[in-house]
């Protein structure tokens, strides 16, 4: 595929000797917090395909790869600037990133189930970057929208606080939500010290996804020893994201959420937890 190189760490036949000579990670201290989150995300993901925008979210997305072999999941390997629209000319490549993992108005209008953005979110710009992107893109190509939007759902995980009726909530002010359905963009809680790690301080395995210089990244992986350390914990959180442990963490995650009510939420919850559970992984400090 014409995307960005990132190693399969499901299937990790590239790996070679790349960690040969690390120390085997600690079990990681956001674990508890991961499972949970990712559970919540599942459930309120409309039974989208998920895709995961940028890097802030790849052990989210690398433990429910493993977890969930047989489900969809993808990666949308783009990075808006802050602060600036995107500009003319990176319009093209966002474009072509997003029909690489079959996202194109086509595609959108006759797929059967929706497609579930996920990210970290503070004040929803990347999400508002993308909806434009793919606004736009629908009214060149003349798809019908109405049907359309009813495929675009938007997951956003945001930092955890104090429970109040008048809370700040992102997806309140800004304009493009209210054009899509009232389900459609959800948001999901995150401790805002693991919220931080994944979105602020986290090594990842690959560049960071600059639209301008994307291509030039399509072959190009980072070997150096950050690099390396941040390849050893994804590739223990891929091994334990198969372990019941976790898938049982998992669907505690789901349990209680109002789309339990829902056929396809239940045979994933059971899919979750039809094992048993051995002694509970323990939650350490960072």
Known sequence: MNLPYRWDLV?????????DGLAVPPEPWYLEDLTECAGKVLARSGNGDLVFVGRSLDSMFDLLSSALPDRNLAR???????????????????????????????SLAWRDRPVTFVDVVYHGSTFTKLFTLLDDWIAEERETRPVIRRKL????????????????????HTEWTRRLPASAVVNVSLHEVVWSYFGDYQNKLTWSYQLHRWREYLHEAKHDERTRMALAEAVHLVSLGRTREVRRMIARGIDGEPALSEPWLRTLFRQLSSTSARNPLRRCAP
Do not use: C, M, Y
Request: hydrophobic letters at 40%; glycine letters at 6%; charged letters at 20%.
């Open 11 to 19: 299937a990790p036949d590239q790996l070679g000797s790349l960690l």
């Open 76 to 106: 949308l390997p783009v990075s808006f600037q802050r602060g600036r629209a995107i500009a003319h000319a990176d319009v093209p490549r966002a474009r072509e990133l997003a029909a690489e993992i079959g996202i194109t108005p086509a």
């Open 153 to 172: 759902r938007f997951v956003g995980v945001t930092q955890r606080t104090k429970t109040s009726p008048n809370i700040w909530r992102w997806q309140q």
